[in-house]
């Protein structure tokens, strides 16, 4: 079966510089969840988008932007990259809408592990 | 604020044995709730859900137990395999929610063959 895709799936920058990071929901799945995860920590929500409005919003940095496009895949744009971003993060993609009630099992994709130095 | 926790970050069993992984919850709305498998460098996987108005929920070798008179979730796993090997995180989605996922302290799962 399909899964969610993430690209690239290993990234390097350094402080100051931009990444745009990729992800591309299972076929038919209508909301994409960012996830950010730290050495040895949990998975931190970011963003989440559901028919490519945003729904929800985490503890996502002003430096952080994301949408959702018409063809339902997602774009994280990281700008100003610092140390702290080094993390790795995961997208998510799930069937919510139509459901009572609904829907919450989420499927997460391999990760983008970015590294800043 | 609201949060999902671990209580043990490390549990190590013999292969065989039966691993019980624990998670406290504090936030009385949350509805929802899952535990994740997550192996190194991978994804977290879903392993099973299970909603506030039941008590208990199986499936192939797990079982997630849930009492929500002191905010407690469980997850047994049933001859626990090396495979089993990994992190689990216990998450929580609140009612109204827009379904983002609240994660848990992960519990690292050893198998000792």
């Known amino acids: 079966a399909a899964g969610v895709i993430q690209s690239p799936r290993h990234l390097i920058k350094e402080k100051r510089e931009t990444a745009t990071l990729k992800c591309y929901p299972i076929?038919?799945?209508?909301?994409v969840y960012w996830y950010q995860q730290g050495p040895g920590q949990d998975p931190q929500f970011l963003i989440s988008f559901y028919e490519k409005m945003q729904s929800d919003k985490g503890s996502i940095p002003d430096r952080f932007s994301a949408q959702q496009f018409s063809d339902y895949h997602s774009e994280l744009n990281m700008s100003s990259l610092e140390l702290g971003d080094s993390a790795l993060y995961f997208c998510?993609?799930?069937?919510?809408?139509?459901?009572?009630?609904?829907?919450?099992?989420?499927?997460f994709g391999p990760g983008t592990r970015l590294t800043v130095t | 604020g609201e949060s999902v926790g671990l209580h043990l970050p490390t549990l190590s069993v013999q292969e065989g044995d039966n691993s019980i992984i624990n998670c406290a919850y504090s936030n009385s709305a949350s509805d929802y709730f899952i535990w994740y498998k997550q192996e190194s460098g991978k994804g977290p996987q879903f392993i099973i859900d299970i909603r506030s108005n039941m008590d208990k929920r199986q499936g192939q070798r797990v079982t997630v137990l849930l009492n929500k008179t002191v905010k407690h979730l469980s997850l047994q796993i049933a001859a626990t395999q090396p495979g089993d090997s990994a992190v689990y995180f216990c998450a929580e989605i609140s009612s109204g929610n827009t379904g983002k996922l609240i994660f848990g302290q992960g519990t690292t799962l050893q198998v000792k063959p």
């Open positions: 076929p038919r799945h209508d909301t």
């Open positions: 998510a993609s799930s069937l919510v809408g139509g459901r009572t009630p609904p829907i919450y099992e989420q499927y």
